[in-house]
Protein backbone atom coordinates (compact mmCIF):
# COMPACT_ATOMS: atom_id res chain seq x y z
CA UNK A 1 0.00 0.00 0.00
CA UNK A 2 1.30 3.56 -0.88
CA UNK A 3 0.55 6.63 0.64
CA UNK A 4 0.57 9.37 -1.40
CA UNK A 5 -0.87 13.11 -1.34
CA UNK A 6 -1.54 14.93 -5.21
CA UNK A 7 -0.30 18.54 -3.52
CA UNK A 8 0.95 18.76 0.20
CA UNK A 9 0.41 22.98 1.00
CA UNK A 10 3.18 23.76 2.79
CA UNK A 11 2.21 24.47 6.54
CA UNK A 12 2.13 27.90 7.99
CA UNK A 13 4.45 29.69 10.21
CA UNK A 14 2.93 29.86 13.89
CA UNK A 15 3.69 33.30 13.23
CA UNK A 16 1.64 33.56 10.77
CA UNK A 17 -1.15 32.02 12.00
CA UNK A 18 -0.91 33.51 15.34
CA UNK A 19 -0.83 37.56 13.25
CA UNK A 20 -3.30 36.90 10.85
CA UNK A 21 -6.20 37.40 13.10
CA UNK A 22 -4.79 40.43 14.69
CA UNK A 23 -3.99 42.35 11.72
CA UNK A 24 -8.23 41.03 10.05
CA UNK A 25 -8.77 42.96 13.56
CA UNK A 26 -6.82 46.14 12.60
CA UNK A 27 -8.28 46.03 8.84
CA UNK A 28 -11.80 45.64 10.66
CA UNK A 29 -11.16 48.57 13.16
CA UNK A 30 -9.20 50.95 10.64
CA UNK A 31 -11.92 50.43 8.03
CA UNK A 32 -14.90 51.11 10.81
CA UNK A 33 -13.07 54.07 11.78
CA UNK A 34 -12.84 55.75 8.20
CA UNK A 35 -16.39 54.85 7.60
CA UNK A 36 -17.93 56.20 10.54
CA UNK A 37 -15.93 59.40 10.58
CA UNK A 38 -16.60 60.04 6.61
CA UNK A 39 -20.16 59.16 7.85
CA UNK A 40 -20.63 61.37 10.86
CA UNK A 41 -18.95 64.34 8.71
CA UNK A 42 -22.27 64.05 6.35
CA UNK A 43 -25.13 63.01 8.10
CA UNK A 44 -25.32 66.62 9.74
CA UNK A 45 -25.38 68.42 6.48
CA UNK A 46 -27.51 66.00 3.75
CA UNK A 47 -28.36 68.58 1.49
CA UNK A 48 -24.38 68.88 1.08
CA UNK A 49 -24.25 65.08 0.88
CA UNK A 50 -26.76 65.11 -2.04
CA UNK A 51 -25.13 68.09 -3.73
CA UNK A 52 -21.51 65.85 -3.18
CA UNK A 53 -23.42 63.03 -5.10
CA UNK A 54 -24.91 64.63 -7.73
CA UNK A 55 -21.50 66.47 -8.89
CA UNK A 56 -20.36 63.12 -9.72
CA UNK A 57 -22.95 63.27 -12.79
CA UNK A 58 -23.61 59.79 -12.16
CA UNK A 59 -27.13 59.05 -11.15
CA UNK A 60 -30.20 60.65 -12.41
CA UNK A 61 -30.88 63.54 -9.69
CA UNK A 62 -33.91 61.48 -8.05
CA UNK A 63 -31.44 58.52 -7.22
CA UNK A 64 -28.50 60.81 -6.97
CA UNK A 65 -30.70 62.52 -4.19
CA UNK A 66 -31.63 59.21 -2.35
CA UNK A 67 -27.95 57.91 -2.63
CA UNK A 68 -26.90 61.37 -0.44
CA UNK A 69 -29.12 61.32 2.39
CA UNK A 70 -28.92 57.09 2.47
CA UNK A 71 -24.99 57.05 1.64
CA UNK A 72 -23.94 58.37 5.49
CA UNK A 73 -26.26 56.18 7.47
CA UNK A 74 -25.04 53.19 5.48
CA UNK A 75 -21.66 54.40 6.28
CA UNK A 76 -22.08 54.75 10.01
CA UNK A 77 -24.03 51.44 10.13
CA UNK A 78 -21.63 49.87 8.36
CA UNK A 79 -18.81 51.03 10.85
CA UNK A 80 -20.94 49.80 13.66
CA UNK A 81 -21.10 46.30 12.38
CA UNK A 82 -17.53 46.64 11.73
CA UNK A 83 -16.41 47.97 15.41
CA UNK A 84 -18.72 45.33 17.16
CA UNK A 85 -17.32 42.60 14.87
CA UNK A 86 -20.82 41.61 13.84
CA UNK A 87 -22.14 40.03 10.64
CA UNK A 88 -18.38 40.49 9.76
CA UNK A 89 -17.64 38.35 6.48
CA UNK A 90 -20.76 40.17 4.93
CA UNK A 91 -20.16 43.92 5.92
CA UNK A 92 -16.41 43.39 4.94
CA UNK A 93 -17.39 42.57 1.44
CA UNK A 94 -20.36 45.26 1.38
CA UNK A 95 -17.71 47.85 2.42
CA UNK A 96 -15.08 46.53 -0.44
CA UNK A 97 -17.61 46.98 -2.94
CA UNK A 98 -18.42 50.44 -1.35
CA UNK A 99 -15.10 51.82 -1.56
CA UNK A 100 -14.37 50.19 -4.95
CA UNK A 101 -17.70 52.38 -5.89
CA UNK A 102 -16.20 55.19 -4.69
CA UNK A 103 -12.63 54.62 -6.82
CA UNK A 104 -14.67 54.14 -9.71
CA UNK A 105 -16.94 56.97 -9.39
CA UNK A 106 -13.91 59.23 -8.24
CA UNK A 107 -11.63 58.09 -11.39
CA UNK A 108 -14.65 58.56 -13.50
CA UNK A 109 -14.81 62.48 -12.45
CA UNK A 110 -11.02 62.29 -13.33
CA UNK A 111 -11.71 60.95 -16.65
CA UNK A 112 -14.04 63.31 -17.57
CA UNK A 113 -11.92 66.20 -16.01
CA UNK A 114 -14.67 67.51 -13.70
CA UNK A 115 -13.51 69.12 -10.81
CA UNK A 116 -15.21 68.34 -7.76
CA UNK A 117 -14.53 67.77 -4.34
CA UNK A 118 -15.10 63.96 -3.72
CA UNK A 119 -17.43 65.10 -0.60
CA UNK A 120 -15.92 61.58 1.34
CA UNK A 121 -15.62 63.50 4.61
CA UNK A 122 -18.43 65.81 4.15
CA UNK A 123 -18.44 68.94 2.05
CA UNK A 124 -18.28 68.16 -2.02
CA UNK A 125 -19.39 69.34 -4.88
CA UNK A 126 -17.83 71.89 -7.52
CA UNK A 127 -14.45 72.97 -6.63
CA UNK A 128 -13.47 77.22 -6.32
CA UNK A 129 -11.65 78.14 -8.82
CA UNK A 130 -7.86 78.22 -8.12
CA UNK A 131 -8.45 74.82 -5.83
CA UNK A 132 -6.88 71.79 -7.56
CA UNK A 133 -8.36 68.22 -7.14
CA UNK A 134 -6.50 65.21 -4.88
CA UNK A 135 -8.22 62.51 -7.15
CA UNK A 136 -4.85 60.61 -6.81
CA UNK A 137 -4.74 60.36 -2.99
CA UNK A 138 -8.26 59.65 -2.67
CA UNK A 139 -8.03 56.58 -5.33
CA UNK A 140 -5.05 55.19 -3.62
CA UNK A 141 -6.67 55.66 -0.10
CA UNK A 142 -10.50 54.13 -1.39
CA UNK A 143 -8.11 51.27 -2.78
CA UNK A 144 -6.07 50.69 0.38
CA UNK A 145 -9.64 50.52 2.13
CA UNK A 146 -10.84 48.07 -0.59
CA UNK A 147 -7.87 45.62 -0.17
CA UNK A 148 -9.09 45.95 3.97
CA UNK A 149 -12.66 45.46 3.18
CA UNK A 150 -11.45 42.13 0.94
CA UNK A 151 -9.45 40.66 4.19
CA UNK A 152 -12.46 41.46 6.08
CA UNK A 153 -14.29 39.65 4.33
CA UNK A 154 -12.16 36.61 3.05
CA UNK A 155 -10.56 35.80 6.32
CA UNK A 156 -13.62 36.93 9.13
CA UNK A 157 -13.82 39.09 12.02
CA UNK A 158 -10.51 38.17 13.67
CA UNK A 159 -9.98 39.38 17.32
CA UNK A 160 -12.55 41.15 20.11
CA UNK A 161 -15.67 40.28 17.72
CA UNK A 162 -19.14 39.49 18.81
CA UNK A 163 -19.59 37.22 16.18
CA UNK A 164 -17.15 34.96 17.80
CA UNK A 165 -18.64 35.37 20.97
CA UNK A 166 -22.06 34.57 19.63
CA UNK A 167 -20.91 31.47 17.63
CA UNK A 168 -21.88 32.80 14.18
CA UNK A 169 -17.84 32.49 13.77
CA UNK A 170 -17.17 28.92 12.37
CA UNK A 171 -14.39 27.73 15.33
CA UNK A 172 -12.07 26.46 12.67
CA UNK A 173 -10.83 29.86 11.45
CA UNK A 174 -9.58 29.82 7.79
CA UNK A 175 -6.00 30.82 9.59
CA UNK A 176 -5.54 27.98 11.20
CA UNK A 177 -2.27 25.78 10.86
CA UNK A 178 -4.41 22.75 9.12
CA UNK A 179 -5.51 25.32 6.25
CA UNK A 180 -4.98 24.32 3.17
CA UNK A 181 -3.61 21.23 3.96
CA UNK A 182 -5.34 17.99 2.28
CA UNK A 183 -5.33 14.67 3.82
CA UNK A 184 -3.34 12.00 2.11
CA UNK A 185 -4.56 9.27 0.23
CA UNK A 186 -4.36 5.73 -0.12
CA UNK A 187 -3.27 4.06 -3.42
CA UNK A 188 -2.78 0.48 -4.04
CA UNK A 189 -0.03 -1.34 -5.76
CA UNK A 190 -0.92 -3.21 -8.78
Do not use: H
Not at 7 to 26: E, N, Y
Not at 38 to 58: D, H, N
Not at 121 to 133: D, H, R
Amino acid sequence: MLVTSEKQAPPRSRTASSTLPWVTTVSRLVLAGVLIVAGWGKIGTPVLSVQSVKAYELLPDSLATVVGYGLPILEIVIGVLLVVGLLTRVVGGISALLMLAFVIGIASVWARGLRIDCGCFGGGGQLKPGIEPDYLVDILRDSGLFVLGVLVARFGPGRLALDSALGLAPEREPYDEMDGEEEPREEEDN
